[in-house]
């Protein structure tokens, strides 16, 4: 079936520095990518997404690039700080429909 | 900006007791949908609510387990059934074309489940 691996399972950084997440995914058909920030004890937070059409998008410190070639997408944390800190979950969508698949988490540590 | 919010935002239920979880969005919605999220562990979805008809649940999920009604496009329940241990979980709503965001996915801030 559909699965989206994500890595690594744990990240720690030095604020400031940058912080990379990487996610494959195995549905040719997934045509949409989005990116949450779960806090502890709060819901997951959409902080950016991309879509099949695109190789890249930035906001801000954040930013995406999708590969479909090679099934991955990336999300890139420039000049991190420690309210960086949170897990990070990929997800891509099960073929062109609305449903998610979401990958392991990242559990990125910013320390100060 | 519109907020979802969920009750209740925790709990702790003896095993064999129902819980019945509420989504309340404050403005309407094309979609919404039901996740758990195991301790320590990623999203999985149980189900789409849909409205004014019976929920669609995923491979591994069914309807005596976690009936779910939407009666309107701001509201949904979930209701955990018979509960056991392993039902411990996160559960979460999410819900789609919120404000005017369609094809993407906002979620409420869930409802922690402690079941003895």
């Known amino acids: ?112 | 900006s519109a907020v979802i919010s969920q009750k209740p935002s925790r709990d702790i239920c003896q095993r064999g007791t129902s819980l019945t979880i509420q989504c309340q969005v404050d403005s309407q919605v094309t979609m919404m949908f039901w996740y758990r999220q195991q301790p320590g562990q990623s999203l999985t979805l149980i189900a789409t609510a849909n409205q004014g008809s019976e929920a669609t649940y995923e491979s591994g999920f069914v309807i005596d387990k976690f009936p779910i009604s939407r009666p309107n496009l701001t509201f949904s329940t979930l209701t955990v059934s018979n509960m056991s241990p392993e039902d411990s979980s996160i559960y979460l709503c999410s819900v789609d074309g919120l404000a005017g965001h369609y094809n993407e996915q906002f979620f409420g801030p869930g409802t922690r489940l402690t079941v003895l």
């Open chain 1, 1 to 112: 079936g559909e699965n989206v691996e994500q890595h690594p399972s744990t990240l720690s950084v030095q604020e400031g520095d940058s912080a990379v997440i990487k996610c494959t995914y195995s549905d040719s058909a997934s045509n949409y990518f989005p990116w949450y920030k779960q806090e502890l004890g709060k819901g997951p937070q959409l902080i950016i997404d991309i879509r099949s059409n695109v190789g890249e998008k930035k906001d801000q410190r954040i930013a995406v690039t999708l590969n479909k070639t090679a099934k991955h997408f990336s999300l890139h944390i420039t000049e991190t700080q420690p309210e960086d800190s949170a897990v990070y979950f990929c997800a891509a969508s099960r073929g062109s429909s609305y449903k998610l698949i979401f990958g392991s988490g990242t559990r990125l540590l910013v320390r100060p």
